[in-house]
């Protein structure tokens, strides 16, 4: 009879765990942490504290777990670990930490916990646009910083909607095969409560912002156009369907109250 041999050498241990610190962690993710934290502290009775060693052991860990499932960086998904590393006297605490994750995750969404949301700025600096086009005479300077400032508007709009659309993909592709070594240490419950959760969340954040972002463009456009009189004809005609539909959208916000 063969003796009996460990899966994994205490060499190989050590090296994957080396390997590992390449995996990168998300600003956004490890803000998630200290907020997972502050609740645990301010807001669970009673009280679960994480000292500074154990929650840097529980990032390690993550990020090793990702690494050995082939990942080159952390995803929400791996952030359920956490709901095995931060229980203090009872198991059944793990079940309250997963639903806070799975909630400041999705509500997160559009701009995670601790993460700036980059599409309402932008929207708050469009606006502001829109606003100097709406006024009558029109100056040329006033066209020629619209131009400079939608095309700065547009740059982290697009960086922002491709994350969105890469972050909705990966929770797609993960979630849909239960044996994925992201997720098959996760109850089928807890897969489909995640999918539940997380997927509808960041399907609404890529349409945002890829609505934001078309919003942007179309000015763009408007105001590109060399030919002063066509030019002036199409900002006065986006700028009116943009009041129509913000007219529209007040309307349905008012009915759902």
């Not at 943009?242 to 959208?249: G, H, I, M, P």
Request: charged residues 30%; glycine residues 2%.
């Amino acid at each position: 009879q063969e003796a009996w041999a460990p899966v994994l050498s205490a060499e190989d241990s050590k090296a994957c765990q080396e390997s590992a610190i390449a995996t990168t962690f998300p600003d956004h993710l490890l803000k998630l942490v200290v907020a997972l934290r502050a609740h645990l502290r301010d807001e669970v009775e009673p009280p679960v504290r994480l000292s500074d060693r154990r929650l840097g052991k529980a990032v390690r860990l993550i990020r090793l777990a990702a690494h050995a499932a082939g990942a080159s960086e952390v995803s929400e998904l791996d952030m359920l670990l956490l709901q095995h590393m931060c229980w203090d006297q009872e198991p059944e605490q793990a079940e309250g930490v997963r639903h806070w994750l799975l909630q400041a995750m999705r509500e997160g969404a559009d701009g995670a916990v601790g993460e700036k949301d980059v599409v309402a700025q932008a929207r708050y600096f469009f606006n502001g646009v829109r606003t100097r086009l709406s006024r009558r005479p029109r100056k040329k300077v006033t066209v020629s910083t619209a131009r400079r400032d939608l095309a700065a508007i547009a740059v982290p709009l697009e960086d922002q909607l491709r994350l969105r659309i890469r972050r909705y993909e990966q929770l797609q592709e993960v979630l849909a095969d239960v044996e994925s070594p992201r997720i098959f240490w996760l109850e089928r419950s807890e897969v489909e409560e995640a999918s539940d959760m997380l997927l509808p969340a960041a399907k609404e954040a890529c349409r945002t912002a890829e609505e934001a972002l078309q919003e942007v463009l179309e000015l763009q456009n408007a105001v590109d156009i060399e030919e002063p009189e066509a030019m002036e004809m199409c900002v006065d005609a986006v700028l009116s369907d943009f009041e129509v539909q913000s007219a529209t959208e007040s309307n349905r916000a008012q009915e759902d109250l």
